[in-house]
């Protein structure tokens, strides 16, 4: 049977084939009996309480309480600012965000992103690199005809996973988008 000891890595009574060091390091960081200020430095530093439970959001929350201050107001020094957010739903958030350039290509009746919804797109998300369809007759082998070649097995590979007959449902985005690249 294994004996037990304090372990000064680990900070707690444990197996030598439970310390989370390994066997080797067990044997020579462990002692029989630690003092008493060894066990309350470990729990102090990993937030155990003294009935042997972490202290959690609601024992702060009563802690704060307990000593007669009141909780954080927005606008305070100690309010969390992730927390200070005008009050609008994630809806009204994501249409103000992404509105223009959605409604822009929806407007111009292009299969995929029109060359107007893609400059609306980089207004909205400046810095971006997005590229439209390769709708030309490129020379073989040049960035657009590889670009063109991955696109074209990137959406074959998802029309085999999702089963996607052209011939039969010439409507789908994916078939659409596939004419549009000329793939």
């Known amino acids: 049977m294994s004996e037990e000891r304090y ?12 310390c989370a060091y390994g066997p080797s390091m067990w044997e020579k960081y ?3 009996d630690a003092s008493d200020n060894e066990r309350k430095d470990a729990a102090e530093e990993s937030g155990i309480v003294s009935e042997g439970k972490k202290k959690g959001l609601w024992d702060r ?3 704060k309480r307990k000593r007669g201050e009141k909780p954080a107001k927005p606008g305070d020094e100690d309010y969390p600012k992730t ?12 249409n103000e965000k992404s509105a223009d350039w959605q409604k822009v290509n929806k407007k ?14 980089r207004r909205d998300n400046p810095g971006s690199k997005l590229k439209g369809a390769v709708t030309g007759d490129p020379k073989p082998g040049s960035k657009d005809a590889n670009r063109r070649k991955n696109y074209c097995d990137r959406s074959a590979g998802q029309q085999k996973m999702h089963n996607i007959d052209c011939s039969k449902t010439p409507d ?3 078939c659409k988008a596939r004419r549009r690249w000329k793939c």
């Open 83 to 94: 927390l200070n957010v005008e009050n609008k739903t994630f809806k009204q958030f994501m």
């Open 172 to 174: 789908k985005p994916i």
């Open 7 to 18: 372990c000064r890595l680990c900070k707690k009574k444990e197996t030598k084939n439970k």
């Open 30 to 32: 462990t002692v029989k």
């Open 61 to 63: 929350v009563w802690a």
């Open 108 to 121: 111009d009746k292009t299969d995929g992103m029109g060359d107007a919804a893609i400059k609306a797109y």
